[in-house]
């Protein structure tokens, strides 16, 4: 059994910063990407970044230049560093994996940007 958790989230002002975390537990014998989704009520579920096993990373053109993602593969962990945040960001973050070949999803961690 595979699990993924997310920690991090919460409230901030927009221009603000937040981090958020996942790591990989469970019977893993391969990862071939991990990465960050997002979900705002009566939307699809997007993409926001992510690194694919070779260390390609795709981000979305909504969160370039303000959003990094880094992987560690050691740990079985991806981190998305959330800069210069804006109320448009506020959303469900879901951490995303692909590990022996199946997708897994974490339980999604809140984002709200706010004054």
């Known amino acids: 059994q595979v699990q993924l958790v997310e920690s991090g989230g919460g409230l901030v002002q927009p221009g603000g910063s937040l981090r958020v975390s996942c790591v990989a537990s469970?019977?893993?014998?391969?990862?071939?990407?991990m990465g960050w989704y997002r979900q705002t009520p009566g939307k699809q579920r997007e993409l926001v970044a992510r690194?694919?096993?070779?260390?390609?990373?795709n981000y979305a053109d909504s969160v370039k230049g303000r959003f990094t993602i880094s992987r560690d593969n050691a740990k079985q962990t991806v981190t998305l560093q959330m800069n210069s945040l804006k109320p448009e960001d506020t959303a469900v973050y879901y951490c995303?994996?692909?590990?022996?070949?199946?997708?897994?999803w974490g339980q999604g961690t809140q984002v709200t940007v706010s004054s």
């Open positions: 690194v694919i096993g070779d260390g390609t990373i």
């Open positions: 469970g019977s893993i014998f391969s990862i071939d990407a």
């Open positions: 995303y994996g692909y590990v022996n070949e199946f997708n897994y």
